[in-house]
């Protein structure tokens, strides 16, 4: 008798095709369509799939997933933004391009601006009778609404041209999700700020606050990665003596971006790496309660 076996083997997804090829890791039978080249034969499609689960995901020198150059995140902010200047434009007419003059960057205030840029004490009516508005109203949205309206079509370019620009690099950098949390709480940062030290009457809005913590970030980052920071400390001494020679600039706001993006580039750049994730995590949570704490605060003496 012979050993030879007598029947031909079949994929094991496609039984009606016949194959003397196995997968070099299951030994299953393969057919064509189900293989998939491997450093050594062939793998089936099940193989594929368990090794991509059980492969470790790259990570940046900060812990981050690799974004791989798509900057998914910069691209989504700058859409945000546009969006909202394109409402914003819709219920603000021709004013809203051409009024303002350099104090408003070319472009003047909108019902949405108004109702979403940064406000931190206003009074409408008679003594005793006043309604208060603003964010010592209850209005804590402004916080975050603020940064992503603008006063005018120039005013977004020149805040969207810098996102686009420092963005990108801080992306690839710190990763997907930490690029957003050192935008937002950056953001976050220069409102409250504007909204602590800033005048009862004055509305600020802008991405600038979140813009002017990119800038602190990629000069932190620089600095721990052992890296000239010539690129970047030319363009925040000038950011930083435009907001004080132009009239009607936040100075508290850019400041305050300014200063709250090196504190999460420092938590974000400096933790430890046996605990890195949970220390970034924990620390950036505390900046936002020392935040939350300070409006508190203001909003208190306000009223």
């Not at 010592?136 to 805040?159: D, I, K, P, S």
Request: contains cysteine; positive net charge; glycine residues 12%.
């Amino acid at each position: 008798m012979s050993d030879v076996p007598t029947t031909v083997p079949v994929c094991y997804r496609h039984p009606s095709r016949e194959t003397y090829v196995r997968c070099t890791r299951c030994e299953r039978p393969i057919c064509p369509a189900c293989m998939n080249e491997a450093s050594v034969g062939h793998q089936c499609p099940d193989c594929v799939t368990e090794g991509r689960r059980s492969q470790r995901t790259a990570r940046t020198a900060f812990g981050g997933a690799v974004t791989r150059g798509s900057a998914v995140v910069t691209k989504t902010l700058i859409g945000i933004n546009a969006a909202v200047m394109v409402l914003s434009l819709a219920t603000g007419g021709a004013g809203a391009v051409a009024g303002g003059g350099m104090g408003g960057l070319l472009g003047g205030s909108t019902p949405l601006t108004e109702w979403g840029a940064v406000l931190g004490y206003a009074m409408y009516g008679p003594p005793g009778a006043a309604e208060v508005h603003g964010v010592a109203a209850g209005e804590w949205y402004r916080l975050v609404t603020a940064m992503f309206l603008h006063y005018g079509v120039l005013h977004l370019l020149m805040n969207m041209y810098a996102l686009w620009i420092l963005g990108r690099e801080l992306e690839r950098l710190l990763g997907s999700g930490r690029f957003a949390a050192l935008y937002l709480i950056s953001g976050l940062g220069g409102n409250v700020a504007a909204y602590a030290f800033a005048g009862p009457g004055q509305m600020t809005a802008g991405a600038s606050t979140a813009v002017f913590g990119l800038m602190a970030g990629f000069f932190v980052i620089l600095k721990r990665l052992n890296l000239s920071v010539a690129p970047i400390l030319p363009v925040i001494v000038i950011n930083v003596v435009f907001t004080f020679a132009v009239a009607d600039v936040s100075v508290a706001g850019h400041l305050g971006g300014l200063a709250t993006g090196a504190v999460v580039a420092v938590i974000f750049a400096y933790a430890p790496r046996n605990r890195r994730t949970l220390i970034q995590v924990v620390g950036c949570s505390l900046v936002v309660l020392a935040l939350l704490a300070l409006a508190l605060y203001r909003t208190a003496v306000l009223l």
